[in-house]
């Protein structure tokens, strides 16, 4: 099995930082793309940005100038450094990874990490 693990999240001020971070673990031979998603309540879960293995990156317009994806492929981490947080970017937030193990492919998921972000 592959677990992620988010860590990172918490409560900030209006106009703060934060660095989330997931770790991939398990019997992983590579990983494609790997990205970050939040659920705010009473809403679906968006895209907010994405990595592939070779560091090409896409945002969400929210995130754009705000945020900056990242990887350590050695450690099979990602990691979202977020500034300039808004109210409005309170949610949980979620990591996914393309794992390629022994007998295939997988889209794993992380448990997720909740952002407070207060005005």
């Known amino acids: 099995q592959v677990q992620l693990v988010e860590s990172g999240g918490g409560l900030v001020q209006a106009g703060g930082s934060l660095r989330l971070s997931c770790a991939a673990s398990?019997?992983?031979?590579?990983?494609?793309?790997m990205g970050w998603y939040r659920q705010a309540p009473g809403k679906q879960r968006e895209l907010v940005a994405t990595?592939?293995?070779?560091?090409?990156?896409m945002y969400a317009d929210s995130a754009k100038g705000r945020f900056t994806i990242s990887r350590d492929n050695a450690k099979n981490t990602v990691y979202l450094q977020m500034n300039s947080l808004k109210a409005a970017d309170t949610a949980v937030y979620y990591c996914?990874?393309?794992?390629?193990?022994?007998?295939?492919?997988?889209?794993?998921w992380g448990q997720g990490t909740q952002v407070t972000v207060s005005s």
């Open positions: 990595i592939t293995s070779g560091g090409s990156t």
């Open positions: 996914n990874a393309d794992v390629i193990r022994l007998g295939g492919q997988y889209l794993s």
């Open positions: 398990g019997l992983i031979l590579s990983i494609n793309a």
